[in-house]
């Protein structure tokens, strides 16, 4: 049974810094590409960022370029998000999601697995 994890939401100051991770089991991690997404309220789930199965390739939506990192430590099975320099519009619930392909995907239709997601809130 696959299962994604997500942790280390919470609630931060605007231009304070969280890091996301994304516990993976029942896959081989490897083999997947991995995205986060995000939901805030009222409004649709939308792409932040994506990396390829090695990490060496990654992409990002635009609003969180420069701020954002995403990255992959495939002897723990684990993604990550590192979100400095956070603003109030970053708050959402947070989701990781994994495509068994090598492809960056951004629609989260692509998206094989999903985590449960993690609240992030920025106060302003």
């Known amino acids: 049974q696959v299962q994604l994890v997500e942790s280390g939401g919470g609630l931060v100051q605007a231009g304070g810094s969280l890091r996301l991770s994304c516990a993976a089991s029942?896959?081989?991690?490897?083999?997947?590409?991995m995205g986060w997404f995000r939901q805030a309220p009222g409004k649709e789930r939308e792409f932040v960022a994506a990396i390829m199965r090695s990490g060496d390739n990654t992409y990002y939506t635009n609003s969180v370029k420069g701020r954002f990192t995403i990255s992959r430590d495939n002897t723990k099975n684990t993604v990550y998000l590192q979100m400095d320099s956070l603003k109030p519009e970053d708050t959402a619930v947070y989701y990781c999601?994994?495509?068994?392909?090598?492809?960056?995907?951004?629609?989260?239709?692509?998206?094989?697995?999903w985590g449960q997601g993690t609240q992030v809130t920025v106060s302003s």
């Open positions: 029942g896959l081989t991690f490897s083999s997947y590409a």
């Open positions: 999601a994994a495509v068994y392909s090598n492809y960056l995907r951004v629609s989260a239709n692509g998206y094989d697995y």
